[in-house]
């Protein structure tokens, strides 16, 4: 796939790690053959995660994260760290940069190392600035398979080489045409309202599209006040798809015996979280008066004064609850550490991160015992029609 039709979500994230002064911003310069990020002799150029989406022949579509070293200092120093070790949220591959003019380890590199193990994150480690010193063999990386780059050398065949080999397996999982038979007419109900983005239909549900092209299956879209008539045209519709906000007017347009579910539902088999929002799904029939629920979207946008993350959904879960519950919002990268005060965690769908960052926030949410479920699966509860979209996924 090309960068331009090759959305950030769905392509492979590498970050590089390294002490300060390593080279991290050097060999990201010449492996991707662009000034992405500043050089300077001095400690700490890097202060913030810098990414750019682009493609590396021959290793395709990817984000490139370089990162300020986890060696930084003070009080600023603190939260730059941070910040680095926040990355391996979102990252497929990391690289870990040595310096050749260092005699030994730091208790930083080997305890990163030590963490990208127990994150079983697939990983490389390169040494820089072998044209300075000798290349080392570290006593404590016994094993590990070496990259050593001279600074001065634009060459980075090696690099691209390991990276290759340590890319995930491309397959990508089943979105909606194994839930069809092939050739099949499927709709997809698209709302046109003040919510949705000028120009473009969000990508949810370019990737349904996509999918079904794909496999050769009659794609149908339309907005709800057509879907009546499409169902009267065409007989033989075996699935439609609706976004989350039109559940209601849907569900009672399509009859009983056509496949109904929504691109949010479709998006949470996808990023393998399905079983575990069921369980934020029973989680909400539980809430109770002053409890907190987090509002948690992960792309950033301008709030409409009908927004559905800040003004539907509350309503929604304080009629479903018939509580006083509290909320709280976040967006984009802001997602808490730390969620015990929350008794649940509602998210968008995700798509607009890519499968590690999705399925790291459900894993911090699982980690401290806090049940997460996405906007379309607690909508389809909302509107008693949570059994009926889930049907058509155990067919």
């Known amino acids: 796939m090309s960068l331009n039709n090759t959305a950030s979500g769905q392509r492979v994230h590498i970050g590089f790690f390294g002490i300060r002064n390593a080279g991290k911003s050097s060999i990201v310069n010449k492996l991707t053959n662009q000034s992405i990020s500043l050089v300077s002799a001095h400690k700490g150029t890097t202060t913030d995660p810098v990414k750019k989406a682009m493609e590396i022949l021959p290793i395709g579509p990817v984000v490139i994260i370089d990162t300020a070293g986890f060696d930084d200092e003070g009080d600023l120093g603190e939260l730059r760290k941070k910040r680095t070790y926040r990355t391996l949220d979102e990252i497929d591959i990391a690289v870990l940069v040595l310096d050749a003019r260092s005699e030994s380890l730091t208790a930083d590199e080997l305890d990163f190392v030590k963490l990208l193990k127990e994150r079983k994150l697939p990983y490389i480690i390169i040494e820089n600035h072998i044209d300075e010193a000798e290349a080392h063999e570290y006593s404590e990386l016994k094993g590990e398979s070496l990259i050593y780059v001279d600074a001065t050398s634009d060459d980075m065949s090696q690099v691209k080489e390991a990276l290759i080999k340590l890319l995930p397996e491309m397959k990508e999982p089943d979105l909606v045409a194994d839930l069809v038979p092939k050739k099949s007419t499927v709709i997809l109900v698209i709302p046109i309202d003040e919510s949705a983005p000028k120009g473009r239909v969000i990508l949810p549900q370019q990737m349904v599209l996509r999918d079904l092209l794909d496999h050769n299956c009659k794609a149908i879209c339309l907005q709800p006040e057509e879907l009546a ?12 798809i609706t976004d989350s906000q039109a559940f209601e007017k849907v569900s009672k347009l399509v009859p009983e015996e056509i496949a109904l579910t929504s691109f949010s539902i479709l998006m949470a088999r996808y990023r393998g979280s399905l079983a575990t929002q069921l369980e934020g799904v029973a989680a909400m029939k539980g809430l109770n008066d002053g409890d907190t629920v987090l509002i948690s979207e992960a792309c950033t946008h301008h709030r409409q004064c009908n927004d ?57 949410c ?12 607690a909508i389809a509860e909302f509107n008693g029609i949570l059994d009926r979209s889930l049907k058509v996924l155990n067919n």
């Not at 009629?319 to 808490?336: A, D, L, Q, R």
């Not at 699982?366 to 699966?377: A, C, L």
């Open 229 to 240: 008539e499409a169902l009267e045209e065409n007989k033989n519709v075996s699935l439609v």
């Open 308 to 364: 559905i993350g800040t003004v539907k959904l509350p309503g929604w879960i304080k009629n479903y609850t018939g509580k006083n519950v509290e909320f709280e919002f976040s967006s984009g990268n802001e997602f808490p550490e730390d969620l015990k005060k929350y008794k649940l965690v509602v998210h968008c769908g995700g798509c607009m991160v890519n499968a590690a960052e999705m399925q790291n926030r459900v894993k911090h």
């Open 366 to 377: 699982k980690q401290q015992g806090v049940p997460v479920v996405n906007y379309g699966m």
